[in-house]
């Protein structure tokens, strides 16, 4: 009983984002971290990675949460997912 609703407010305390993990495929090492400052992904393009800018990154994630100073930054693929998927958003709400 209510189990589900205790998880679920740890899961907001400790900041919410954390998707269900899916067990870390062990692909040949890439060179690129993800920019995410929480995410351990591989960036490289053999990883499904992708170069995006700074100020795009900006949109979507805290200055904070995203790592590296230069204007374009490498986010791995399920970021890159949530980051096409935020913009959607964004867009489709037209003020
Ligand atoms: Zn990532």
């Not at 919410?16 to 393009?45: M, Q, V, Y």
Request: charged content about 50%; overall charge positive.
């Amino acid at each position: 009983m209510g189990f589900k609703k205790k998880a679920r407010k740890a899961r907001e305390a400790r900041g919410e984002k954390t998707e269900r993990k899916s067990r870390r495929k062990e692909l040949s090492d890439g060179e690129k971290k993800c920019a995410i400052k929480d995410c351990e992904n591989w960036a490289d393009k053999s990883h499904g990675g992708r170069s995006i800018a700074f100020d795009n990154l900006a949109d979507v994630w805290d200055e904070d949460d995203i790592v590296g100073e230069a204007r374009r930054l490498s986010i791995c693929k399920p970021c890159y997912r949530h980051y096409k998927k935020e913009k959607k958003d964004d867009e489709s709400q037209t003020w």
